[in-house]
């Protein structure tokens, strides 16, 4: 049986939810047609969540925002991983060997939380990844946490449709279903240009849980030659292997 839910905090949750999702603030309208509870319901838990700055008020748009305390939680979150130190100092090496962008995520449910990211120097144009949350299928980093469950597990969990972010994203549950299997088989997942035009990426599962719910990854140009990128995944795998071997002997689970 299912845990009957509180209405009050469920629609608190759903509500912050929509707005971290949201690229730019939203309207009480906007905010109703997101996520279908009542206009009074709805006005009466923005001004308490505006009161205790977990929200923003934009008073020229009549709009909302997320608040600085909603900042404080998820920055708490991240102080209390025993295994972030560790992934931060390999996110460091990794980009020092390969000088591309790295990576550091965990799987919810059926998603990718980016939990740490070190940048390639030679980057231009830097996208915030840590707090950034994406459908597991269309990431490298998603995929190799993915192949940590079985066929069956991965159909329950996965959306249906699957949700397509470039031309080239898997969307289809069989063919995801035989990527997953070269995964298993291979050791590590790679994707081209399936969640980021123009952007490639391999990424190995951090190997201290069963399963493992964690995933380092190195993004890259999508037009680098096999020898290139063979040179990235082999980076790649030792410095994962070496992070799990380091958080398995710390005793971190």
Not at 115 to 142: F, M, Q, Y
């Amino acid at each position: 049986m299912e845990p009957q839910l509180v209405k009050s905090a469920e629609r608190t949750v759903r509500i912050l939810e929509a707005l971290a999702a949201s690229p730019d603030t939203l309207t009480l309208s906007e905010l109703q047609q997101r996520t279908g509870f009542p206009r009074s319901s709805l006005h009466a838990l923005m001004r308490t969540l505006v009161e205790l700055k977990w929200v923003e008020s934009d008073s020229v748009r009549g709009a909302f925002g997320i608040g600085p305390h909603a900042l404080l939680t998820g920055t708490a979150y991240l102080d209390k991983d025993p295994a972030l130190p560790f992934a931060q100092q390999t996110l460091e090496d990794l980009r020092a060997e390969i000088g591309q962008t790295a990576h550091f995520a965990r799987r919810d449910e059926s998603h990718v939380i980016y939990l740490a990211t070190r940048e390639s120097r030679e980057a231009h144009h830097v996208i915030p990844r840590v707090g950034r949350r994406l459908p597991a299928h269309v990431t490298a980093l998603g995929q190799a946490l993915l192949a940590q469950l079985t066929d069956d597990e991965v159909a329950a969990l996965l959306p249906a449709p699957l949700t397509s972010m470039t031309a080239h994203t898997i969307t289809d549950l069989a063919k995801l279903t035989g990527e997953l299997d070269q995964v298993r088989t291979r050791g590590f997942a790679y994707e081209r240009e399936q969640g980021t035009p123009g952007v490639a990426c391999v990424a190995v599962a951090v190997d201290y849980r069963i399963p493992a719910t964690d995933a380092i990854s190195c993004s890259m140009p999508a037009g680098l030659s096999p020898a290139e990128v063979s040179k990235v995944t082999e980076a790649v795998i030792r410095h994962t292997r070496a992070l799990a071997a380091t958080l398995r002997r710390e005793g971190i689970r």
